[in-house]
């Protein structure tokens, strides 16, 4: 089980720290479901904590890790640049790439 806390965020009033930035996070959840894939143990992410008006942004990173990496696996870890392109265009259209909010499913841009 991966508690994938958004509190170390920066910005978080909570539980902030220096230097933990977007792209920290972003690798840091990429580096655990990558780790854990390729030891093919089956994993269970909770996504907790953050305090900020941008936690949910911060929490569908961590979704769109795991949706890029489910994806990857499925095509044995080959990008299908094709593929995105046909996301990238839903994505575009829907306004995805603009503006995400709580009630969007994660936008498969982030998996190319």
């Known amino acids: 089980m991966y508690q994938a806390g958004m509190d170390p965020y920066e910005r978080d009033p909570v539980g902030g720290i220096d230097g933990v930035d977007e792209e920290f996070l972003r690798r840091r ?3 655990v479901v990558g780790a854990v894939a390729r030891a093919g143990i089956p994993l269970v992410v909770n996504l907790a904590g953050g305090y900020t008006d941008t936690a949910e942004r ?3 990173m961590t979704i769109r890790e795991m949706a890029r990496d489910v994806a990857f696996s499925r095509r044995g870890g080959r990008r299908d640049r094709a593929a995105c392109r046909r996301v990238d265009r839903r994505c575009d259209r829907r306004g995805h790439a603009r503006r995400v909010t ?4 994660p936008c498969r ?3 190319c």
Do not use: E, F, S
């Open 58 to 60: 911060l929490h569908l």
């Open 109 to 111: 841009r982030a998996m």
């Open 102 to 105: 709580k009630n969007d499913l």
């Open 29 to 31: 959840d990429a580096h």
